[in-house]
C-alpha cells in the first residue's frame, strides 16, 4: 500500500471533526472515534502521566463525545484530577485503583459473571466488573469463592449458569477458572492475579495454570488485567443479547 492510500484508509477511520478522529494534545492523541468506533470509548492508563495531563485527556474524551471515562492504576492524585474534570459525574474506588466518569452509558444488555477466588482478588475482580458495566452490561459478582473451600461457590451458581460470559480473577494456583470452565456454557476469561507468596511469581503461576487449563472454553488475558477482561466480555455478553 502506497503512502496515499494509507492515508485515505486512516483518514475514513476519523468521523471529520478532527481529520484523524482523536485530538491532538501536545503530549497525547487521544482517541476521541474509539466508542463510535469500537462501541468502547478509550481509557486513561493513569501510571506515568501526570494529573494534569490526566485531567487534560478526560476532557478530550468528553468533548469528543465519550459516554464514560475511566483512569485505572489512578492513584490519589490521579483519581482527584479525573473527579476536578466533572466532580457530578465521577466515581472512585481507592482500593482498585481507579476513578471514572458516567454520562450516558448504553442500555444494559447481556450478563456478565465476575467471581473472584479470594479477597486479595478483590482490586481486579472490581476493574473488571466497572469496565464491563460502563460498556452497558449487567454485572453480578461473587467474591472469596476460591477451591481452599470450594462450597462458597455455590451461592454463585445460578448467576453463573445466567451469565453470558464470565470472568474468573484468581492468583496462587488459579484452580478456580477450570472449575468453573468445567460448569458453565458460557465463555469463560481467566484473569490471572499477581497475588501469592515467592512461588507464584507474581501471577506467573497463575498465568501458567490458566493457559493450561484441562477446561474447554477457557480464553486468558494478562496478569492483574480486569480491564481488559471487562472489555472482552462485555463484548461477548451485548453480542449473545443482539446488541
Known sequence: MDESSLATVLEALGRGGDAAGFADLGFARVDTDREARQGAPEAIVAEGKTPDEIEAIARALLEGGAGSVLATRADADAR?????????????????????????????????????????????????????????????????????????????????????????VAGWDAALTSVVGGIVAAPVIGVPTSTGYGAAFGGVSALLAMLNSCAAGVAVVNIDDGFGAGTIAARIARAAAGA
Do not use: K
Open 80 to 168: 482527584a484530577a479525573l473527579v476536578r474534570v466533572a466532580p457530578e459525574l465521577a466515581h472512585v474506588d481507592e482500593r482498585a485503583r481507579l476513578a471514572w466518569l458516567e454520562r450516558a452509558l448504553p442500555e444494559p444488555r447481556g450478563v456478565v459473571a465476575v467471581v473472584s477466588a479470594g479477597t486479595s482478588d478483590g482490586p481486579v475482580a472490581i476493574e473488571a466488573q466497572v469496565r464491563a458495566r460502563l460498556l452497558g452490561t449487567e454485572v453480578v459478582a461473587h467474591a472469596d469463592t476460591g477451591v481452599a473451600g470450594l462450597h462458597r461457590l455455590v451461592p454463585a451458581l445460578a448467576d453463573l449458569r445466567r451469565a453470558d460470559c464470565v470472568i474468573v
